[in-house]
């Protein structure tokens, strides 16, 4: 048996400008962190002929055309497995729709369960790469590249995309004391609320294509913030990194009419007069899980639980996908 996982993700700044739309033409900047929530994969041989598959569903095929998971369908064609005798059982901390990049860590903890089912060797940065291929290029979705990346190299990491495909990976210098802080500060809630994330980007990505200046001064200014952000990271400033994530909200809100709705309006104002420095809906929007900075964490979580909100505690992963069990 093979059993492999991978972190989902918080976005720290910049995102929305890792969409190809966007930096094709003006160089995406973005800041996410990897968390110990995991989506789980594992494989192994069964006496069966036909694939097994078990997810949400289950399916049982005689062939790869029959697969409707189009992630799992698309993964198994690039690497040229049949499924003949194979069962794939996928398991997750966090359901999908929610905003923590679910569906980047779900392909590269597959793919990374099939190349280590085929004794194939691949770089962390392959792995990213093929996730991609898979997601933007084979299932043709409107979403960004932060995701797949991100899971597979764990960690609080910079990515810059330049227009010629080149993505300058960084990981992001933070004193100890920061880095303790940063974890011990942010708080996460779930608003029972979930959405497609492609849904919600493709009102950006379509916008972006047609040079809608709205929307392009929009990503201009988050990536700016996004840079802002890493430096208050590497002198130590969560105060300012907080204040920034509430001006990133702001914008982020004015991107699709589906990004917010009143009931997360209302909780992100609660949060506000109770402690919170600064927040943001993490993710396309719409929905999945706010996030918060504050250094008074009980005031916070007080208010928030009393409205109704389940806090998800978090702690950040720094080893990205791997095998667990070979």
């Not at 003949?84 to 996928?90: A, F, G, H, L, R």
């Not at 929610?98 to 990374?112: E, M, N, P, Q, W």
Request: glycine fraction near 8%.
């Amino acid at each position: 048996m093979i059993i492999t996982r991978s972190p989902m993700r918080i976005s720290l700044g910049g995102g929305g400008t890792d969409l190809p739309s966007y930096y094709r033409k003006h160089t995406g900047f973005v800041i996410s962190a990897a968390i110990d929530k995991y989506v789980y994969i594992t494989i192994h041989k069964t006496f069966v002929k036909d694939l097994l598959i078990k997810y949400s569903k289950f399916e049982k095929v005689s062939h790869l055309d029959k697969i409707e998971h189009p992630i799992i369908r698309e993964c198994l064609k690039e690497l040229d497995i049949s499924g003949d005798y194979m069962e794939i059982t996928s398991l997750a901390d966090i359901p999908s729709g929610t905003g923590l990049g679910s569906s980047g860590s779900f392909t590269t903890a597959l793919l990374k369960a099939l190349y280590t089912h085929t004794n194939q060797i691949v770089t962390t940065r392959f792995l990213a790469e093929q996730a991609c291929k898979i997601e933007l290029e084979r299932l043709r979705e409107p979403i960004g590249k932060q995701d797949q990346y991100i899971a597979a190299f764990g960690g609080i990491t910079t990515f810059e995309f330049f227009s010629d495909g080149r993505i300058e990976i960084t990981p992001v210098r933070l004193s100890r004391e920061t880095l303790y802080n940063l974890e011990d500060n942010l708080v996460l809630f779930f608003t029972g609320y979930s959405r497609s994330a492609s849904s919600i980007l493709k009102e950006q990505d379509d916008k972006s294509k047609e040079n809608d200046e709205e929307m392009t001064n929009n990503l201009h200014f988050v990536k700016e913030l996004g840079k802002q952000s890493l430096k208050a990271f590497e002198t130590g400033d969560l105060i300012k990194f907080g204040k920034l994530m509430n001006v990133h909200w702001e914008h982020k809100k004015k991107r699709a009419n589906s990004m917010s709705n009143e009931k997360i309006d209302e909780w992100y104002e609660l949060a506000m007069k109770n402690g919170a420095v600064g927040g943001k809906l993490i993710g396309a929007g719409g929905g999945g899980f706010l996030m918060f900075y504050t250094e008074n964490k009980m005031k916070l979580r007080h208010a928030l639980m009393s409205a109704g909100l389940e806090e998800v505690r978090l702690k950040f992963d720094f080893e990205g996908t791997k095998v667990v069990v070979q």
